[in-house]
């Protein structure tokens, strides 16, 4: 290793000596920062998912507690009528799409499977209904869905790097990668 090579940190990259799996306490905590917020999200919604797949009336379409019964009461005070509209033609159907939706993106980001694609999904979600069952809430952050929706966002950009399938995955490839070109 060369002089510049130990000033530069070593040789660990152009992270430096902190860089990777070294470094100190503030280091360690950096790298497991989201998990916290994946774990939380990941709970509520395979909870929200699994309790609206298992309450048989949130999954009618009509009737105290449905889901058709709730687009009902939303439609005129929503920012995007036209999707409670497409919702409402089948809101046992669209009961069910949101169930599994929620149950899919928690799932995924539990276990930090394409967890982006997951966050970008609970994003999604979150964001319809944000601009339909709790757009008229006031003031505006009497509404949980537009906390949500900014909540998946980190995960968006940065996935989970750690203790997560994606990270098992990305580190075989690179195993193979190297005993294919190393």
Same mark, same amino acid.
């Given at each position: 290793?060369?002089?510049?090579?130990?000033?530069?940190?070593? %040789?660990?990259?152009?992270? /430096?000596? =902190?860089?990777?799996? *070294?470094?100190?306490? @503030?280091? !360690?905590?950096?790298?497991? +920062? &989201?998990?916290?917020?994946?774990?939380?999200?990941?709970?509520?919604?395979?909870?929200?998912?699994?309790?609206?797949?298992?309450?048989?009336?949130?999954?009618?379409?009509?009737?105290?507690?449905?889901?058709?019964?709730?687009?009902?009461?939303?439609?005129?005070?929503?920012?995007?009528?036209?999707?409670?509209?497409?919702?409402?033609?089948?809101?046992?159907?669209?009961?069910?799409?949101?169930?599994? %939706?929620?149950?899919?993106? /928690?799932? =995924?980001?539990?276990? *930090?499977?394409?967890? @982006?694609? !997951?966050?970008?999904?609970? +994003? &999604?979600?979150?964001?319809?209904?944000?601009?339909?069952?709790?757009?008229?809430?006031?003031?505006?952050?009497?509404?949980?869905?537009?906390?949500?929706?900014?909540?998946?966002?980190?995960?968006?950009?940065?996935?989970?790097?750690?203790?997560?399938?994606?990270?098992?995955?990305?580190?075989?490839?690179?195993?193979?990668?190297?005993?294919?070109?190393?």
């Amino acid at each position: 290793m060369s002089h510049a090579d130990r000033a530069v940190g070593g %040789g660990s990259g152009l992270g /430096g000596a =902190g860089a990777g799996r *070294g470094g100190g306490p @503030r280091e !360690a905590m950096a790298r497991y +920062a &989201l998990l916290p917020l994946r774990i939380f999200l990941g709970v509520t919604f395979v909870y929200a998912g699994l309790d609206k797949l298992t309450d048989p009336a949130f999954l009618a379409s009509g009737g105290t507690g449905s889901v058709g019964e709730l687009m009902r009461q939303v439609r005129d005070t929503s920012a995007v009528p036209a999707l409670v509209d497409l919702a409402l033609k089948n809101p046992a159907g669209f009961g069910y799409a949101i169930a599994a %939706g929620e149950l899919a993106v /928690g799932i =995924g980001t539990l276990v *930090g499977l394409f967890t @982006r694609v !997951a966050a970008l999904g609970g +994003a &999604l979600i979150s964001l319809s209904l944000w601009l339909t069952v709790s757009w008229s809430a006031e003031p505006y952050y009497y509404g949980n869905d537009l906390a949500y929706l900014m909540a998946w966002l980190p995960l968006v950009l940065a996935g989970a790097p750690m203790l997560s399938l994606d990270a098992m995955l990305a580190a075989r490839r690179g195993r193979q990668g190297r005993q294919l070109f190393g």
